[in-house]
């Protein structure tokens, strides 16, 4: 192979090496953000606490979903807002939605009905914040608690605010995702939806 010809390859491989650094370092950042937004909590006074849906078995939330509802239960007593959005749509044979399902445990502990609004329309976590921004401006909220996961957060704040709402993040101190593999197979799931939900909103 002659010598410009070589010098060329090096400095196309040169380039390929350049390029795959600044991703690693572009995608080790997102990561990065995604954790410090879901390890700090802005929960202060607003309008309404809005929680985001998760999966329920028939009647019952699943730990994750309990474990946002109960949160949002405690931001709720400690006087942040009057009101409670639960967001969630029915699975598939589902014979409640899961908005139902997080009422239903919400009144079990205490919260009065009145107090509580729910969407039983949504499917992803983009239509849980549309209904929920629908929700708001009928009855003349502003400012929303959003309540979620540590690691989906960021993407949700994102998306809140995308629907318009004035967005503020209360991640739940007790997430089910503990271990190191549930963490990362999470934190990774969420670097894909961060990207790819700049182009595509149906999750």
């Known amino acids: ?26 995608l080790v950042g997102v990561a990065s953000y ?12 607003a ?15 699943s730990p994750v979903f309990a474990e946002r509802i109960r949160h949002g239960i405690d931001l709720y007593q400690r006087g942040l807002a ?17 908005s139902q399902v997080a009422q239903r445990y919400a009144l079990k502990h205490g919260v009065p009905r009145q107090a509580i609004l729910i969407e039983t329309r949504s499917r992803t976590t983009h239509q849980n914040l549309q209904q929920a921004a629908v929700l708001m401006k ?34 739940t101190p007790t997430s089910r995702f503990r271990s190191f593999e549930t963490r990362k197979r999470f ?12 182009f595509v909103k149906t999750r």
């Open 1 to 26: 192979m002659s010598a410009p010809r070589q010098r060329k390859r090096r400095g196309a491989l040169g380039w390929a090496w350049r390029l795959l650094l600044l991703l690693a370092l572009w």
């Open 34 to 45: 995604i954790v410090w937004v879901g390890e700090r909590d802005q929960a202060a006074p």
């Open 47 to 61: 309008d309404v606490i809005i929680v985001l849906g998760a999966a329920a078995y028939d009647a019952r939330p």
């Open 82 to 98: 009057k009101h409670l959005i639960f967001t969630g749509g029915f699975g598939n044979g589902a014979r409640f939605s899961e």
């Open 138 to 171: 009928a009855h003349g909220f502003k400012r929303a608690i959003v309540v979620s996961d540590p690691l989906h957060m960021a993407r949700a704040l994102r998306l809140a605010r995308e629907a318009g709402i004035d967005a503020l993040g209360s991640s």
């Open 187 to 198: 934190l990774l799931q969420e670097v894909y939806f961060f990207h790819r939900d700049l």
